[in-house]
């Protein structure tokens, strides 16, 4: 079946842009996590929605990041004023009902120019 | 909070030798742990996963790990490594109770030697 799709995979912008970063989960799953991975660094979490809520926010690094889930599906991540410091590669995962497992998507590489 | 420590951020092995990439973890309840392989422009790919039960993992590829709570360690090991095990393998932490955030170690870069 279908994975975890991501959209765009490469996102070039300038500095001071707004961005959107899409992520497609695989069908069925409840649970939707983003991840940001640093050059030469594991990913690390920015955000958990369990449905169309945010269950945990906890690792977005401030109010430039935010993300909607609206209809418990297909999320995007939004990002304001982007800074130099953005760049990264934005993970998505999926998990089903069931706990443990996360399925990770390709990967959004975000450069800010 | 919980923490991922994996020692060794590159590790070369011969084709045919014994793999082991090590990695450690802290958690203040019983964990969750897991092996994830990364190959270039590609997602995480999960090799194996401890809940609960039985503390030797055996997952994909080969490779097997052990839980030893006692030593807060969960290495990853393969008796043969490949040429196609080359890749960056990270070990990550969860608390289990559900859908559950990850907290991933550094990753190791493996690299196989012909």
């Known amino acids: 079946g279908a994975g975890v799709s991501q959209t765009p995979s490469n996102k070039v912008t300038e500095k001071g842009k707004y961005v959107e970063l899409r992520c497609d989960p695989i069908?069925?799953?409840?649970?939707l996590y983003w991840y940001r991975q640093s050059l030469g660094q594991g990913p690390e979490f920015l955000i958990y929605?369990?449905?169309?809520?945010?269950?945990?926010d906890s690792g977005l690094p401030n109010d430039r990041f935010f993300a909607v889930r609206p209809e418990g599906s297909v999320s995007t991540l939004k990002i304001q004023r982007t800074e130099r410091g953005d760049s990264a590669v934005y993970l998505c995962?999926?998990?089903?009902?069931?706990?443990?497992?996360?399925?990770f998507g390709p990967g959004t590489r975000l450069t800010v120019l | 909070a919980q923490s991922v420590t994996q020692l060794g951020s590159h590790v070369s092995v011969s084709e045919g030798a014994l793999v082991l990439l090590r990695c450690n973890y802290s958690?203040?309840?019983?964990?969750?742990l897991f092996w994830y392989v990364q190959y270039p422009n590609q997602g995480l790919q999960l090799l194996l996963k401890?809940?609960?039960?039985?503390?030797l993992v055996k997952g994909i590829n080969g490779f097997e790990a052990e839980f030893k709570k006692s030593e807060t360690s969960f290495h990853l090991t393969k008796p043969s490594a490949h040429m196609s095990d080359a890749a960056e393998y990270f070990c990550?932490?969860?608390?289990?109770?559900?859908?559950?955030?990850?907290?991933f170690g550094t990753g190791t870069r493996l690299t196989i030697i012909p």
């Open positions: 069908s069925g799953h409840t649970a």
């Open positions: 929605f369990q449905g169309t809520g945010a269950a945990d």
């Open positions: 958690s203040s309840v019983p964990p969750y």
């Open positions: 990550a932490v969860s608390k289990g109770f559900g859908n559950e955030k990850l907290t």
């Open positions: 401890y809940t609960t039960g039985a503390t």
């Open positions: 995962a999926s998990s089903p009902t069931s706990p443990d497992e996360q399925f």
